[in-house]
């Protein structure tokens, strides 16, 4: 805040270089994405010169194109997963869950991490991917094919 007016600092890089990374995009994602920017379309059209036009290169502005506060997403979150009966979980624990559901369906330790856009693997494999009960399950039946029965 500055001479109490809030003011926006846009970042057009990554916070690291092995976070800048091309990644697959699901139907579901790209059909969400392009009703997004049909919206946007239209906002502007029914906003004519009261549409913000500094940002058109951004994904996600608000109805008259301003940028969404950057911690909108964190702090919209808990909301969220109160009205769906979900456990209280923060925003970013959402990145641990993806790399556990990746390694629980068997995707290599090594995609995980570059899907995570993490430069060591052992901060992918020892600080967000968790094992499930199901895996121990799967540990204990491999090991136990090496014991006579």
């Not at 392009?34 to 608000?62: A, W």
């Not at 009960?133 to 094919?145: E, F, P, V």
Request: aromatic residues 8%; positive net charge.
């Amino acid at each position: 805040m500055v001479n109490g007016k809030t003011e926006p600092i846009c970042k057009n890089r990554p916070k690291t270089k092995s976070s800048c990374r091309t990644l697959p995009i699901i139907p579901q994602f790209e059909d969400f994405l392009l009703t997004l920017r049909e919206k946007q379309k239209l906002n502007r059209k029914i906003c004519g010169n009261c549409y913000c036009q500094d940002y058109l290169d951004y994904v996600y502005v608000n109805d008259m194109g301003e940028p969404i506060k950057p911690g909108y997403l964190t702090q919209a979150f808990p909301t969220f997963l109160k009205k769906h009966g979900l456990r209280p979980i923060r925003f970013h624990d959402l990145r641990h869950s993806n790399a556990s559901m990746l390694h629980a369906t068997g995707v290599a330790m090594k995609e995980i991490q570059q899907w995570l856009g993490h430069s060591d693997i052992g901060t992918t494999s020892n600080i967000y991917t968790h094992l499930d009960h199901d895996s121990n399950i799967s540990s204990a039946l491999a090991i136990s094919k090496h014991f006579p029965t």
